[in-house]
Structure formats: structure tokens, C-alpha cells
């Protein structure tokens, strides 16, 4: 039987396997022989394979900068944004203007380019979800990073950014860097420094926000951040032992709060949501929505971890005062069928629902109306915050009303309630294989 070597396959059966490969492993096999090097050092062959097989189906690879990009630098910078794809909160308190927005945002793909999105309530007593698109991320055909933001969240994704650029429609736009702080941390910043070379006709003149971040020099030359510091300490130091140093000093300051001034947007960091989404082994974890008792929807973060598990407000974490509307440490789902006790306590009750028009808020269900309503587990809610909210004695104050149930319902969703109160809270997915449920683009 005849021998086959891998130079004896097709080009085309070369390179789809090669795609498989990770870079590192790539370079290896390029070792081997000249043939194999020419066949890994090609852009337009191999290297457009291998992001046409990863990211093919979530974006138009050709699209990525003009189609005049080098493949192999996109695979290298969509490598690093793909940790992008999925929920982050704010994190830190509300010291800027900026942070009045919602602090949860959702990284998509696009045609050609990358797309952070504000995710917030409808506050309507439904269900949905409003997305306002804020941040756009894209490569110049040289692989230069272009990123800008609409600090109202207005922001609209055209395609091309030189179009945008020449028609006008990027002045209000502020440029920004994110930069990666590990992998579930991203800071958002203003741009400060030198013009993007590629557009620096077209931009110069329109709007001193569009810069690419390389420095901080206050005249907007080149220079790393620790250089401007260490020359900014120097000089301080120098004003004021100097003569006339204290009227030089007083200036300089004078200086640095007007460029202050000129800021369009305060820093922000966001902290990547890992666990989004339910699993088979933790089937509440992740990012829900329901109804609460001023009629209007809210999100709810759920989250296992050594003691048990914990569900809390996503507009609590930003703000530092997150008190978990449930805990429990008692993570046992008790299977149907249940006692007639447990069916009782569950029918009378009232759940909390998404309006329909003009309809009441609190619809009864019965303990099977549909076969996706079918309740499938049960779990004991052992304490919550009120159960131990503690008074001056020590003593809790309501420790009867910190018991309450959940219901996990066969589609998977689930619900909660207290026996403080007569009220089920259903709460809804928020995300299914990658994409926000019932989103209403604003």
C-alpha cells in the first residue's frame, strides 16, 4: 500500500488543516521545511483560514480593515477581543457623570468590528431589554486600533469609519483606548495624545477627541504615560524651590485644570460577568430578569460559590451596597412530586408578572398551567439579608421572614418568594447562546 506524506495532499487540504492550528504550533511546523514555511508565511492563505474558521460565522472577516489588513495581525488583535464577547458590570461608585448610565454592558460582534452596548431595564412592566449601542472598536487597514464612543449611548455602527470620518458624522464621538487589566478587567478611557495617522487629515480640525492613546502630554506629543509623571514631578519640584517658584506653580496648575476641563469622559472600569448563563450543574447561576414591586423589571445576578448561593441586584454591585435579595447554603433541589403542604404553599400565591396591556401586575398560576410552568424542584431559602439584618440587642430582627422557597420551573427558568409575603417573583434568561433575549434597540 502506497504512502502518503502531508506535502502530498492539496493546498486546500493543507491549509484547513493547518487552520486548526494554534500560532504557536504553526510556527513550529514552519520549521520543517522551506516549502512549509512559504505555505505558513502566507497571509492571504493560511492566515485568512485560520480567522475564517474561528471568527467566520460571528463577523465578515474580509471586512476588517477595508480587506487591506494583514490577516495574521487581525488574528492577533481578534484573539484579544474575543475575551470581549459577553457581559461586564462597572465597577467602583458613582463618582462621574458618566457613571449615571447603566452599569451593565454586552460586547457583539459586527460586520467589522466589535460593539459595547449599555444594557438596561425597560421599566415598562415587561420583559424586555433596552441595548444602546456606546462603543465601537475597530483596525485601520494597517492594523491600527480605532476605537471612539457617544457618551450619550447614541451612538449608530456604520461600517466604514473614513466614511463617517469625511461626511462629519464623528465629531461628538470621543475617542478611547480599553485597556485589558488581566483577563476580566477592562479600563475605558479618553484618548489624550497623538492624531491617528491614517485619518489625521480628515479628523484634524472636527473634534480633538479623536486621538490615539499612546501618551499624556499635555501638548499632545509622544511620550509614555511614566515619562509625562516622573517630567510633571520634576517640574512641580522645580517651581517650588526655584525664585518665583510658588507664581510658576500656581500657573502650571492653572494649566492642568483647564486641560482637566476639556475631558469629555471619566475613566470607567468594568469587571467581566464570567458565569452568565445556567449550566447542568449549577442551573440558577447567571444573569436573569423579573418584576419587582414597583412594577418595573430589574436584573439579578446569581452566583454558587463555597458557602452556598447568592442573588443580587446588578444595579446594587456598581454602587458598593450589594445586599443579596436571597442566600441560601442549602443548595439541595428537592425533586417532584412534593407534599400536599409544599403544592399549597405554592398555589396561594400570586406571581409577580410582565404586563400585558392594561393588564393587572399579579397573575395567579396554577401549580401546572402549561407543560414548561410544570414546577420540577424545589429549593429552601435558609436566610436572607433581612434575616440577618440584626438590631441593637444582637438579635435578628425577623428571623421567621427570612425563610422562603424557590421554585424551578421544567424550562428551566425559576421563581422566588418569602413567607413574609403572598408574591412569587418569576425570573426570565436574559441571554441563550450568546444572544440578548427580547432586546429592544434604543
Sequence with gaps: MESFSFSDFPEDVQLTVLSFLSPKEIATFACTSKQFGSLCNSDHKLWYSVCERRWGAETQIKKWGDGKIAYKLLYKNLSEWENLIGFWRRSGGQLAANFSSPPLI??????????????????????????????????????????????????KLWDDFVKCCQLGFVEDFVSVNVNFMGGCHVLVEENYSSFYPEYRSIVLGKSPSLLNLNSRTEDGGEGSSEECLVTEMYTQ??????????????????????????????????????????????????????????????????????????????????????????????????????????????????????????????????????????????????????????????????????????????????????????????????????????????
Design 106 to 155: 454586552f460586547f457583539e460582534w459586527g460586520p467589522s468590528f466589535l460593539a459595547g452596548s449599555r444594557v438596561s431595564p425597560s421599566h415598562d412592566g415587561t420583559y424586555n431589554v433596552l441595548k444602546s449601542p456606546f462603543l465601537w472598536m475597530s483596525l485601520s487597514p494597517d492594523g491600527e486600533m480605532v476605537n471612539f464612543l457617544q457618551p450619550n449611548g447614541e451612538i
Design 237 to 442: 519640584l522645580a517651581n517650588k524651590i526655584s525664585p518665583g517658584g510658588e507664581r510658576a506653580w500656581r500657573k502650571q496648575r492653572k494649566k492642568e485644570k483647564e486641560r482637566q476641563g476639556r475631558r469629555r469622559w471619566e475613566p470607567e472600569h468594568f469587571v467581566k460577568i464570567v458565569d452568565f448563563s445556567p449550566t447542568p450543574a449549577r442551573p440558577l447561576q447567571g444573569l436573569w430578569k423579573g418584576i419587582c414591586d414597583d412594577i418595573n423589571s430589574d436584573f439579578y445576578l446569581v452566583a454558587y460559590d463555597v458557602g452556598g448561593i447568592i442573588c443580587r441586584r446588578v444595579s446594587d454591585l456598581s454602587s458598593g451596597s450589594a445586599a443579596p435579595v436571597f442566600w441560601t447554603s442549602n443548595t439541595t433541589l428537592i425533586k417532584f412530586p412534593f407534599s400536599p403542604d409544599e403544592e399549597y404553599l405554592y398555589d396561594s400565591r400570586l406571581h409577580r408578572c410582565a404586563l400585558a396591556a392594561a393588564n393587572p401586575i399579579h397573575c395567579q398560576h396554577p401549580w401546572r398551567e402549561t407543560e414548561d410552568e410544570v414546577v420540577s424542584h424545589i429549593m429552601y431559602i435558609n436566610s436572607s439579608y433581612d434575616l440577618v439584618v440584626r438590631d441593637s440587642s444582637g438579635i435578628s430582627a425577623n428571623p421567621p421572614q427570612g425563610q422562603g422557597r424557590i421554585w424551578q420551573y421544567k424550562d428551566g427558568t425559576f421563581g422566588f418568594g418569602f413567607f413574609w409575603d403572598n408574591f412569587i417573583t418569576d425570573l426570565k434568561r436574559m441571554v441563550e447562546d450568546g444572544c440578548l433575549l427580547d432586546a429592544v434597540e434604543v
